[in-house]
């Protein structure tokens, strides 16, 4: 064969080969209509090809049309605008068919009704493609998604990839997309279509991470006539409230957690998720018992019943510390229930020691109840500092106005170990028993003390006074009144009871009763407690325990100052009408009007 005829056949076929590899502009009907018929009849998805149709053969047979819309005939899913392109198999192409093994969207704009896809039947859908060949890949690059029924949930920069290459395999799927400006990934997800519309358990696995999250499950899927899933699952955020406040998630306490992981065995349905034994770490602590989510309520409902050997409770009462400025007075910032009642929640908790700041509780038994505006809180029971304690706690918001409300009562507890641990100075020993309750409201935490409202009362016996020795002290005001005021401070004074009982009305308590008798000397308490100001005025009257009744008390101290900084110091004025040489100088009687005081009066 000659050169020549050589060098034209391989023109020739170069020729084919460029034509076979360059894409072909189609016109509108042909190649788009046959198209259209295929989606149709095999995925069930209307096709509107509104752009131009370009046909390759080479490297492989393939087809792209440009400003396509996608849509199921209910309208629960559309994808708009952007390219899509496709491989075709070689062998119905032969034979004049088009039949897609690869689809590409890009730069389309998707939109959904969350309630719509609902309420499309898969299982009939599967079904009726788990016979046919089928697309073995879905890619979706730089696209976005729009909900019609889920404004929060708009997705950006879609990337994602679906693929099935044959029914023997599971469906797997991957991708991210921007949601709040920040990344969530799909890092894994897979279940066999086939065995689900044929109304099989289907395995499937699933991992889902966002900016301070991550979500793992696998296990078993149904479809049918009701969805479920069963399985095993871990959910982890580095922080709640980070995670709230990003997402926009509503749960209870949200605004308040940190560290949170949730794992165990779990069942959901349409109606209900639950964990049957779960292990929950908050923070350093390690919850475990049952847990469950409703969806089938206005609002999800979460319930569950947990126990802990240690449980910091710190979190959830820390709103409280911010109750005062830093200069100490009451703060006049709203207070705002909303952050912490976004989702109903029904808890029973229990610990074997639990702590909230730098109380402790031992053997504790207590439920959390949340509600829209309103949180409820009560200890069944708990030991607290070798006593008991009960007691109750509630928050609701309406108009505007929080409503505070709190009682409890509490019993044989070592007053000097609680008052140390709250870090105050042990000047009281002795074991405690009394009750209280408190009743405020106002749109900030000055509000509520302004108007604040209770009663208390509390019995110290078999205790000391640790500072002050009021026998001595009495025996020096016997002796010299005037140096007894000099040297008053040191040793102790043991009781056998000391009372008080403390009446509050619009912020002031008042003293209505305070008794402390001990074997030599006995006092009495009268005075206010200023909660809007944070400071007492108290006066202590004491005598000796056999003083006759009605008598003035021998010594009188006053008690004042603020909550943080009391100073107790004795009255001047008592000490030196006790003095024989200073009494003249404070007269008992008054000059009548009009007649003169005399200048000096000897005795």
């Known amino acids: 064969m000659s050169r020549r005829v050589v060098f ?30 295929h989606v149709r009849s095999r995925y069930g998805l209307d096709l509107t090809v509104r752009g131009r149709s370009t046909f390759a053969v080479l490297p492989i047979p393939r087809v792209k ?34 039949d897609l093994s690869d689809f590409d969207l890009t730069e389309t704009r998707i939109t959904a009704s969350a309630q719509k896809l609902q309420a499309v039947k898969w299982t009939e859908i599967f079904k009726d493609r788990a016979t046919e060949t089928h697309a073995r890949r879905l890619v979706v690059t730089k696209s976005s998604v729009r909900w019609t029924d889920l404004k929060s949930a708009h997705l950006d920069d879609l990337n994602a990839i679906i693929r099935w290459v044959d029914p023997s395999e599971p469906m797997t799927m991957s991708g991210s997309a921007q949601w709040r400006d920040e990344v969530v990934s799909l ?40 969805p479920s899933l069963t399985g095993e699952s871990t959910i982890k955020t580095a922080s709640v409230r980070d ?11 949200g605004s308040l957690l940190r560290a949170l992981s949730i794992s ?8 209900r998720l639950s964990w049957p034994a779960v292990s929950i770490a908050l923070g350093s602590d390690t919850l475990e018992g049952t847990l469950g989510v409703r969806f089938d309520t206005e609002r999800p409902v979460v319930t569950g019943t947990l126990a802990a050997d240690t449980l910091n409770l710190s979190d959830l009462f820390a709103p409280f510390n911010q109750t005062r400025t830093s200069s100490g007075a009451w703060s006049e910032e709203t207070i ?12 029973r908790l229990s610990a074997s020691s639990a702590s909230v700041g730098r109380l402790s509780l031992d053997d504790m038994a207590a439920s959390v109840l949340v509600q829209p505006g309103r949180i409820e809180a009560s200890i069944g029971r708990a030991d607290f500092y070798d006593g008991t304690l009960k007691g109750r706690l509630s928050l609701a918001a309406q108009d505007g106005l929080v409503d505070f409300k ?25 074991r405690a028993q009394g009750q209280f309750s408190f009743d405020g409201e106002g749109r900030n935490p000055a509000d509520v003390i302004r108007q604040a409202a209770g009663r208390s009362s509390v019995e110290i016996t078999d205790g000391e006074l640790v500072g002050i020795n009021l026998e001595d002290a009495l025996r020096r005001v016997d002796k010299r009144p005037l140096l007894a005021s000099l040297n008053w401070k040191g040793g102790r004074t043991p009781f056998s009871k000391a009372e008080a009982q403390v009446m509050m009305r619009d912020g002031v308590g008042e003293i209505v009763e305070g008794k402390l008798k001990g074997p030599a000397v006995q006092a009495d308490l009268r005075g206010q407690v200023l909660m809007v100001d944070r400071t007492l005025q108290v006066t202590a009257g004491v005598a000796a325990v056999d ?53 000096a009066t000897a005795q």
């Open 65 to 98: 049309f440009e400003n396509v819309a996608l849509e199921f005939p209910n309208g629960a899913l559309k994808a708009e605008g952007g390219i899509l392109r496709g491989e075709l198999r070689i062998l119905p192409l032969l034979f004049g068919r088009v």
């Open 8 to 37: 034209l056949i391989a023109l020739i076929s170069l020729a084919v080969l460029g034509t076979a590899a360059s894409p072909w502009t189609l016109p509108g009907g042909g190649l788009s209509a046959e198209l259209k018929e």
């Open 547 to 599: 003083a006759p009744a009605g008598q003035a008390p021998a010594l009188a101290f006053d008690v004042t100052g603020d909550w943080d900084n009391v100073a107790i110091s004795p009255q001047v004025r008592s000490l030196i009408e006790r003095s024989g040489a200073a009494k003249p100088l404070f007269p008992s009687q008054r000059v009548p009007a009009g007649e003169q005081r005399p200048q």
């Open 406 to 430: 709190s009682q409890g009562t509490f019993s044989g507890v070592k007053i000097a170990t609680f008052l140390a641990a709250v870090g105050e100075p042990r000047w009281i020993t002795g």
């Open 264 to 271: 165990g065995d779990f069942s959901m349905d349409r109606r």
């Open 243 to 253: 995670f709230t406040r990003w997402s926009g998630m509503d749960l209870p306490f």
């Open 336 to 347: 705002d229930l909303a952050g912490a009642t976004g989702a109903d929640l029904d808890l």
């Open 187 to 226: 890092e894994q997800a897979s279940f066999f279509p086939d065995l689900l519309a044929a109304n099989k358990i289907s395995p499937f696995s699933l991992t889902l991470s966002a900016p301070g999250a991550r979500l793992t499950a696998e296990g078993e899927a149904h479809l049918g006539d009701g």
